[in-house]
């Protein structure tokens, strides 16, 4: 069975530029949640997505949004890019994710830095 | 208020000797799961283990078990017998049962292990 897959794995984007990441949860894994990782912060909840609806929204500015499509795929999209974006997206996919013990498992992450 | 702490920011492992990387947790749910994830440098997150709150015995998965201590909202992850390949950040993460569709996991800041030959 293939893993969560990210694409891509790098982005080089400059200021106030839009970019959009793109995840393929693992087959039959209908949740998908977005994390934003830097050494500061460690790593950030951004939102949830379950059967096309965003379930749950972490603390990010608008700028950060995202979507979920019919076959689970997901995308998120940064605009107006700043140079605190820069960070190491990951995307998770759980098989329900409703349950304590539903384990998140995760792409290799988008790497974007933002000059 | 933090909720997972991970105190050890960097640790040192002799190959093949056993590690302990603290974890611990606030909460006042008194149902909650907790999870390690393991990051090597290629940046992905991998799955390790988990620990229900309501589970008797500590959880076990292959060369890494968890020493959890509900009383101490503690639950510290045991490497035994370190490899080469075990050097890589570790974090601890905690899901809480009330927080309803928030079912977002909390996450600590982590440990890096080496593990040296």
């Known amino acids: 069975k293939a893993g969560v897959t990210q694409t891509p794995r790098y982005l080089i984007k400059t200021r106030g530029q839009q970019v959009t990441l793109s995840c393929s949860p693992i087959?039959?894994?209908?949740?998908v949640s977005w994390y934003q990782q830097t050494p500061g912060q460690g790593l950030q909840f951004l939102f949830e997505?379950?059967?096309?609806?965003?379930?749950n929204k972490g603390n990010f500015p608008g700028r950060f949004s995202g979507r979920q499509f019919s076959n689970s795929r997901s995308e998120m999209n940064v605009s107006t890019l700043e140079l605190g974006d820069s960070a190491l997206y990951l995307c998770?996919?759980?098989?329900?994710?409703?349950?304590?013990?539903?384990?998140?498992?995760f792409g290799n992450g988008t790497r974007l830095t933002v000059t | 208020a933090q909720k997972i702490t991970q105190t050890q920011p960097g640790m040192f492992v002799q190959e093949k000797e056993a590690v302990t990387l603290d974890c611990t947790y606030d909460?006042?749910?008194?149902?909650?799961?907790l999870f390690w994830y393991k990051q090597p440098s290629s940046g992905e997150m991998i799955f390790l283990i988990y620990?229900?709150?309501?589970d008797q015995q500590n959880a076990t998965e292959g060369r890494y078990s968890l020493n959890f201590q509900k009383a101490r909202k503690s639950a510290n992850l045991v490497i035994s017998a370190s490899q080469l390949g075990d050097s890589a950040m570790y974090f601890c993460?905690?899901?809480?049962?009330?927080?309803?569709?928030?079912?977002?996991?909390?996450w600590g800041l982590g440990t890096s292990l080496a593990v040296n030959p």
């Open positions: 998770a996919s759980s098989l329900l994710g409703a349950d304590n013990n539903s384990p998140l498992h």
């Open positions: 087959s039959g894994h209908r949740s």
């Open positions: 997505y379950f059967s096309e609806t965003q379930r």
């Open positions: 909460t006042s749910d008194p149902s909650y799961g």
């Open positions: 620990q229900g709150s309501y």
């Open positions: 993460a905690m899901r809480e049962a009330n927080a309803g569709n928030n079912r977002k996991l909390i």
